[in-house]
């Protein structure tokens, strides 16, 4: 043999900060992936009800601009805000402008009795995963509420971290 002595092999083991290491890095990395695309859902969530609302308020303005003022309604009222709102009727508004009001459609909650929803009108069923009732005051400003327990809010206007 000469002088140089062979060293054995190291064990796996004997790395065990390194890998660690490289497990808690990768965690992070992983983490902060989950929390970007998460982030950009709700934004595009958001976004959706932001459209899908500005579409209602387009299509209720000119119900009441054919209609002398009078908002399109049933006999039921909504608290939002502690504010008291009319349940929008969207049948009315489906008969003037059906193609645009798609996305607004996915939204309108199911209620259990009548004058709780906008399906009240009778003119459609409404779609069981759906969260939000939109209601209108006597100016034609349009307001929702999310229903359930998947909302952030309820009896709060806005968006709630759910759509549709």
């Known amino acids: 043999m000469s002088d140089e002595q062979i060293k054995p ?3 796996w083991y004997q790395y065990w900060l390194l890998y660690l290491l490289i497990l808690v890095v990768l965690l992070m990395i992983v983490g902060l992936w989950v929390m970007t695309i998460g982030g950009h859902l709700d934004t595009t969530q958001e976004s959706a009800y932001g459209t899908a609302k500005a579409e209602l308020q387009n299509a209720v ?9 009078a908002p399109p309604t049933i006999n039921g009222t909504v608290t939002i805000n502690g504010s008291t709102y009319k349940i ?3 049948c009315p508004l489906l008969t003037q402008n059906e193609d645009s009001l798609q996305t607004i459609i996915e939204s309108l909650w199911c209620g259990n009795g009548s004058n709780d929803d906008n399906w009240d ?17 006597d100016e034609g400003n349009i307001y929702s509420t999310c229903v359930g327990e998947h909302c952030r809010s309820s009896g709060t206007n806005g968006f709630q971290g759910r759509w549709p």
């Open 121 to 137: 009108g009778g003119c459609a069923e409404c779609k069981a995963y759906s969260s939000y009732i939109w209601a209108v005051d």
């Open 88 to 90: 929008i009727n969207i």
């Open 61 to 69: 303005n000119n119900y009441q601009n054919k209609n002398n003022g």
């Open 9 to 11: 092999a190291k064990k």
